[in-house]
């Protein structure tokens, strides 16, 4: 192997030569001016390179830096290392002759000498292993057994502390180090450490702006997640009732409020399974964040993977903006699944696979967003039998019925009616500034014995009709049949379609797809009776 001037006599190093002339051989001259104008331009080229270095460029740029100095001067090997918890110099750029391996980076304890100088900051020189001193007889043994036979080795520093080491050095052949060289060495191990120092500066801000922008886009999403709740003005009334059936309700909500289990709550429509899931909730460590709902009944077959999931702009025919899902959107709260029974199968896998991996993927996009969300799911159906006709996946429903409350029917806690009735036709008069001062005894009993399909929402509604009636201060209010009786029947076709369709629905549960569903009944596609529904402002659920 040939060696340049530059490296292989120390009596050509700068201080020893005049500026010009002199009396040297000229070809040696020659040789060594022209060397040294290579390293001097690759040393002016290097240091414009790297004070327009990004954070994204800087690794590949110090990898190429540190080849072309080792081939400029003729070196074998280059290595950067960088300092993990105090303990270890960590490998994280390396250049070398195709025939060798990288240095691995090395454990301080194994390389006690050699580490101690680099973390006082001093520079390592040896031209070959005798020159070491005797107590780096460790760093001896490795630099026989894995090279380097000659090595410079120069501290790396950001903001004055020690972060690494950057390393030339030779395994074929020994080399001495020239003064001269070693501070231009210097002077680019230094001009690595403040391009490294810019470059975790400029991460370190461009990180705490995606925080910035994360914490932003989480609140926007609450905000307008909070403004749609407030305009469907469902607000938190308090549970209303003491009978034996909703007192043990309420202890079970107690018992599992402050975990984060998944909560399954069943019971016929207009039981309060809703109020419940509100009041899980609020009592949980997670209840000052809005909690998040998805009625899975309400939305098109179509549109529910995108809700729960999200969408990047463009991910179907429609998607004309991005949209996070509900899972993102209830990220560090809890996700209220209503009416999961009506959920589509493939979107039950869908769920499932998320609720066990704890992320989910947009429609579109590639990218796994991770969530910690506490689910509670709801149903008026009987999942064990939707499970044995194949509507419903088992292991879904192992995955939330963690912990299931049953929602107690009207008609078996009648002691809570008085107290329910009372407490409505207080929130009506307000609303409507009618007072009304007392109710009648034989409409009290009726309502009582009434049975009550559509349970406290059929019930409220009734009072709310019996207050939009009233004129006086004594309230009359019937059971739903004999207040049917009383009113004039629209002769509208619109109503009667109505009426037709919460007919059927109530035939079938609240059920729209599948076998003997609503839409089967009705000889109609699912899509259009959604729609239809969606114009008689008829939930699945049943409204009367
Ligand atoms: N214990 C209660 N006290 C006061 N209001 C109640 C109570 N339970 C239910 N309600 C009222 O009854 C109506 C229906 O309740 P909710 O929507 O929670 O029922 P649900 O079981 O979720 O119905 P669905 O299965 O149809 O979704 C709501 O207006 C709710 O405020």
Known sequence: MTHSALHVTEELCEEKLPIQGGPYPSATLSSYLDDRLRFEMLMTELSTQFAGVTSASIDEKTVCAQKRIAETLELDRSTLVQLRDNERFVLTHSWQLPDLKPFPGFAIKDL?????????????????IDDLPAEAYMEKEVARRFGPRSNATFPLRVGGKV??????????????????LITRLKFFVEMIGSALARTRAEDDTKKALE????????????????????????????LIGNSTALRKVLEQVDQVAGTNSSV??????????????SAIHELSPRGKRPMVRLNCAAIPETLIESELFGREKGAYTGALSRQAGRFEVAHGSTLFLDEIGELPLDVQSKLLRALQEKQVERLGSSKSISFDVRIVAATNRHLETEIREKRFRSDLFYRLNVFPIHMPAL???????????EAFVHEFSKSFGKPIESIDKDCMQALQMYRWPGNIRELRNTVERAMILANGPRLRIYPPSSALGELTHSMLLSDAERGHLRNVLEITGGRIRGKGGAA???????????????????TSKLEH
């Open 411 to 421: 008609r078996d806690r009648i002691e809570d009616i008085p107290l329910l009735v």
């Open 520 to 538: 089967e009944l009705l000889g109609l596609k699912p899509t259009t009776l959604d729609s239809m529904l969606v114009r008689h402002g008829i």
């Open 112 to 128: 006690p000498w050699m580490a101690n100088e680099i973390l006082c900051g001093e520079t390592v020189c040896f031209a070959s």
């Open 163 to 180: 972060i690494g080491a950057l390393a030339f050095g030779t395994v074929h052949h020994e080399r001495v180090w020239p003064e001269t």
């Open 264 to 277: 399954l709550l069943c019971g016929e429509t207009g039981t309060g399974k809703e109020l419940i899931a």
């Open 211 to 238: 925080e910035v922008q994360r914490l932003r886009d989480q609140l926007q999403r609450e905000n307008i997640y909070l403004q749609q709740e407030v305009k469907s003005a469902r607000g938190h009334r308090g």
